[in-house]
């Protein structure tokens, strides 16, 4: 049964740059297309961007001059950066399969960003 | 951009039946997704493709789709369906995305 696991540090700096990692256990990477969705506290959930088996990629508008996702087939890994952060940026961030209907997903990991 | 409609809350008694609505323009020619979300817990596919169930989901969860309203229903609401659950489709307008409801916290009394 696949599984995913996100990595990364739980706390970044103002302005800095926010880097995951999701690993993913089970399944090729090579098979799926791959999203990130994130989580403020107490609040929904936001859809992030996906990448594709092939590399191709599709970001939410808000974020995308921000945003960079890509693939490392080698370690069967997915990755996140998200430059500038600011206090909003403050989520758990979840790594998923798939571009909609989005199965299985990752525990999340808490990021927040402060001085 | 697209955007889905949900209750914020909605309460049922045990052994009844939970209706949570989502509500979008002409959601009936997008394909939703209900996600489950506990607290302190990642979200779980429950229905998929409007009314396909993952393996795992019990067959009391079924969804529908019509007109401007999506509806994930639940029968003999127990203890265990307490938790937020989250409507999704995918936004093939002028930006592709996914997009996502508010959610809607089902409590069970």
């Known amino acids: 049964q696949v599984q995913l696991q996100e990595s990364g540090p739980g706390l970044v700096q103002p302005s800095e740059t926010l880097s995951l990692t999701c690993t993913v256990s089970s399944d090729s990477i090579s098979d799926y297309y791959w999203s990130w969705i994130r989580q403020a506290p107490g609040r929904g959930l936001e859809w992030i961007g996906y990448?594709?088996?092939?590399?191709?990629?599709n970001y939410n508008p808000s974020l995308k001059s921000r945003l960079t996702l890509s693939l490392d087939t080698s370690k069967n890994q997915f990755s996140l950066k998200l430059t500038s952060v600011t206090a909003a940026d403050t989520a758990v961030y979840y790594c998923t399969r798939g571009f909609t209907g989005f199965d299985p997903w990752g525990q999340g990991t808490l990021v927040t960003v402060s001085s | 951009s697209y955007v889905l409609t949900q209750p914020p809350s909605v309460s049922v008694a045990p052994g009844k039946t939970a209706r949570l609505t989502c509500g979008g323009n002409d959601i009936r020619s997008k394909s939703v997704h209900w996600y489950q979300q506990k607290p302190g817990q990642a979200p779980v596919l429950v229905m998929y493709?409007?009314?396909d169930r993952p393996s795992g989901i019990p067959e009391r969860f079924s969804g529908s789709n019509s007109g401007n309203t999506a509806t994930l229903t639940i029968n003999r609401v127990e203890a265990g369906d307490e938790a937020d659950y989250y409507c999704q489709v995918w936004d093939l307008s002028s930006d592709h995305r996914g997009v996502f409801g508010g959610g809607t916290k089902l409590t069970v009394l």
């Open positions: 990448i594709s088996y092939s590399g191709g990629t």
């Open positions: 493709d409007d009314s």
